[in-house]
């Protein structure tokens, strides 16, 4: 059940039991903002997930600030949550930085998983980000009038299979857990499917000049398996029998007359079927990557993965730039198709630009125009059909993008071939460094879990951690030089 902090200031909080001196290193390290300046906005936030846990059954709940303070720090320096679980029982900072009492400094690794999957449950994923987000741009004063959008190619935490690498594990995963709550019908399935896919095999494993050979067996065996089992009561709503299925229908083409196996396949005992390889040409990229996390698609230039889309803003003046939004896109997918939907995103979170400044990828007439709508201006070179003739003079743009297709066409034209466009443009390339920096400093490259919506959490929680980082770092600054800082890396 929900219990909400006691607003009361304990007398006996951890910091009080530390020598003067080890408060004061506390204090002047990231501990002293981040209990004086985050902290409470974490209490404030804390009604909002009231939510999350029954109303009247069950023990109370950890405290929310706490719980959200561990899994903000925990991605502020790239830990696994015992690693993070463990500074929580033995660094004094965080002792000081989350103002309670000793006997209150103590989390379980299934709290932190429990409530993460309540996250994800009631479909609160994004709100930590969301609010603390928020509330650090008004504590700030960041200005939004500037803001620029890139993306980032992100891994989950699944290795990557070749096209026989993604039939055989498939395969094997099915077949480990059909042999675990059915053993009656691994047992009748025929032995050469058995020592090809079962576990322990390495049929996967083939040297080059044996893969095509191997991949027409293996598309052979996932049609065997799919008539045998495809009006199965049981096995039919198995999630992984429901991915041999899908690598069937992306994968193969079925034929008109069962086709037999060669003379020297390896399932030339077990019969003709009609099915044969699609052409690797002919498969689409978002197909099945690893039945281990289905939400993975592939980029021909980036690999298999995620995209990461991240708005930044990049106003002059702000004593510290803010990620205003992140969102996980399929790596399969065209950047040209979040422009506006990012944008949209931050209009409902009321932190519209004025410009948003992003690549070509991101760049079209249509784009321009629907952004315009909104009274936002994208600066972006144009794609390369509509690049400005370099031997013709274009006039300066007019200070407003039109709304229309066409108006929008000639305003970018004229935008990039003013004098003033590559200075202007030039903050683009910060966004290069904030994707480096939440993958170097907070782990974002490949993440430590699998499955869309466990991505999607690890990366508002890493994009979070990093806007808390940049406040800390300001906050720090601010400190008097005679209290001696400690900068925070």
Known sequence: ???????????????????PEKREECERSWAGPFRQKALPILVRMETSFADLFDPDMGRPNRPIPLVLGVLILKEMWDLTDNEALEALRFDTRWWYAFDLPLTELSLSQKTLHNFRAKLIEKEKARLPFRQLTDELIGALGVSMTRQRLDSTHVLSNFAVLTRLGVFCETLRVFLHRLAKEHRDLYDSLPSGILRRHGDGSHYGDAHRKEGPRRLAVVARDVYRLVERFGDHAVVKTMEEFALVRRLLAEQCDLTQKPRSP??????????????????????????????????????????????????????????????????????????????????????????????????TGYSSAQNAADLAKSDVNLLAPCPAPAKPDPEKEYPPPAEKCPKDREGAAEWQRNQEASPSFSKRYAIRAGGEATNSEVKRAHGMRKLRVRGGERVKLAVYFKALACNVKRALRWWLQCMQPAEGAVALG
Do not use: W
């Not at 059940?1 to 020598?19: N, Q, V, W, Y």
């Open 262 to 359: 060669k003379d020297d396949d390896d399932d030339r005992e077990d019969g003709a079927v009609p099915v044969e390889l699609k052409p690797a040409r002919d498969v689409k990229s978002d197909s099945l990557q690893t039945p281990h996390d289905p939400d993975v698609t592939y980029s021909g230039h980036k690999g298999k993965g995620y995209e990461v889309q991240v708005a930044e803003t990049c106003a002059e003046g702000n004593v510290a730039q803010m990620i205003t939004d992140v969102e996980v896109t399929p790596a399969c997918g065209s950047d040209a198709k979040a422009t506006v939907p990012m944008v949209e995103d931050l209009l409902k979170a009321g932190h519209k630009p004025d410009e948003m400044v992003a690549d």
């Open 1 to 19: 059940m929900f219990r909400a902090s006691d607003p009361e200031r304990r007398l006996s909080d951890a910091a009080g039991l530390m020598p």
